[in-house]
């Protein structure tokens, strides 16, 4: 019977953990876990789509033209 307060401890301290995490990444105050858990965007990544977005419409536009 001891064994299931305990595993029901450390289950709720793995929760407490994710929760913790879930909302260090959403703050962006997870400097430490960005190694291990890179953000799903950056600035960068939003230039290169912008630059393809704009290209492929020259392209179409000079297809029409």
Avoid: C, F, W, Y
Wanted: no cysteine.
């Amino acid at each position: 019977m001891a064994h299931g307060k305990e595993d029901e401890h450390l289950e709720q301290d793995a929760d407490i953990d994710r929760r913790n995490r879930h909302l260090a990444q959403t703050a962006q105050t997870d400097a430490e876990l960005e190694s291990m858990v890179p953000p799903t965007s950056s600035t960068r990544g939003r230039l290169i789509g912008a630059a393809l977005g704009l290209l492929a419409l020259v392209v179409v536009l000079v297809l029409l033209a």
